[in-house]
């Protein structure tokens, strides 16, 4: 028998994990619901919860690396500009 592994979009886990953290019903009924396995949803609903601090944290590593990328698109630029002052006096 093969079976193929299921892969669940980013979407899909909030739902679910939102709707366990409500604890409005269980995590069999949850289960069924969703055709998951119980430990499945529990997993998701700890890395949730482990990751909840970084939510509201100032910190963001996604900024560094566009600070890095805009510095690079600067010099980049600057290089340009000294290239084509120098092809517009060898014109004239």
Do not use: C, H
């Not at 892969?7 to 939102?18: D, N, Q």
């Not at 100032?58 to 000294?82: C, H, R, T």
């Amino acid at each position: 028998m093969s079976t193929t592994r299921r892969k669940f979009s980013k979407e899909f886990k909030a739902k679910v994990v939102l709707e366990a953290l409500k604890e409005r019903e269980t995590l069999e009924s949850l289960a069924k619901k969703y055709e998951l396995q119980p430990t499945q949803i529990s997993l998701w609903k700890t890395q949730a919860m482990s990751n909840f601090p970084a939510l509201f944290s100032s910190d963001k590593p996604k900024d560094k690396e566009n600070d890095i990328d805009v510095q690079q698109l600067y010099a980049q630029i600057g290089k340009l500009q000294v290239q084509n002052d120098f092809l517009k006096k060898k014109l004239q």
